[in-house]
């Protein structure tokens, strides 16, 4: 049997997830959004933290229930762990249903963000579009959700979004073609999601929406992390400032 564990002791897994240096944990462990689930309340020994489609487990693979998390995720999920025994238990248990990639971390140091370079960098908006900060009427154009469900999705609503979260979006005729937001939120900053329109692409728009949500961030003394997927995303971080840390394993997982 595993448990759900309440926002306010979400802190108390701190410790078993410090090897793995994701925001997006720090969203849940510091009770701003997603899930928490453990063997234990009292003495747990293993732990999922659970944020929209990612899904993280921590301490004892070898647990009793640690199969019984490994089986609590959504039809289709990308997993995260700290250890090869972790490692293991999912290639066991997923068998055929899952696919090994890499990802990309970066070093999380706001040194290397320059707000007067990224400021810069909005001087090449093309003149055809036109950059805007996220707001109500941005925020309900189904033109945003159509380009990517990411923005939004971790936020309870968009009004949700609007007031705990940061985005920007880059309209051509009126919709939505490019847009970078708050993934997820924690304490000290955000995670960065960032997509543009396939019809759209090439011309520089993710480098000047992400730019735009870049200088808001450090405006306000938050960092705005950032983590790719696929070597686009690493060039277009590494353009904006960001350092390249190290490759990690990451599981999809075809659940269904």
């Avoid at 002791?9 to 997603?34: A, Y």
């Avoid at 929406?209 to 686009?232: H, I, T």
Wanted: net charge negative; proline share 3%.
């Amino acid at each position: 049997m595993i448990l759900k564990i309440d926002s306010n002791r979400k802190k108390e897994l701190t410790s078993m997830f410090e090897k793995i240096p994701d925001s997006v944990i720090l969203s849940c462990l510091q009770g701003h959004m997603g899930e928490a689930w453990v063997d234990n309340l009292e003495s747990p020994t293993a732990a999922q933290v659970k944020v929209g489609m990612f899904s993280y487990f921590a301490g004892d693979a070898n647990a009793q229930e640690a199969e019984t998390l490994l089986h609590h995720l959504p039809e289709d999920s990308l997993v995260i762990v700290h250890s090869d025994e972790w490692k293991k238990r999912i290639e066991t248990i997923y068998k055929g249903k899952f696919n090994k990639f890499e990802r990309y971390r970066f070093k999380q140091d706001p040194a290397l963000l320059d707000a007067t370079y990224l400021t810069g960098l909005l001087a090449n908006l093309p003149g055809q579009y036109e950059l805007k900060r996220i707001d109500s009427e941005i925020g309900n154009k189904p033109s945003l959700h159509e380009l990517s469900e990411y923005f939004t999705c971790n936020f309870e609503s968009i009004d949700d979004f609007l007031k705990r979260g940061i985005g920007y979006a880059i309209l051509h005729d009126g919709k939505v073609v490019c847009g970078a937001t708050s993934f997820s939120i924690y304490d000290e900053g955000i995670e960065v999601e960032v997509g543009t329109h396939q019809d759209h692409r090439k011309k520089g728009l993710a480098t000047i929406a992400s730019a735009a949500l870049l200088v808001d961030c450090l405006e306000q003394g938050k960092y705005p992390s950032w983590d790719a997927a696929n070597a686009e995303s690493v060039k277009l971080a590494e353009r904006l400032g960001y350092v390249f840390a190290e490759t990690y394993d990451t599981y999809y997982i075809n659940n269904r």
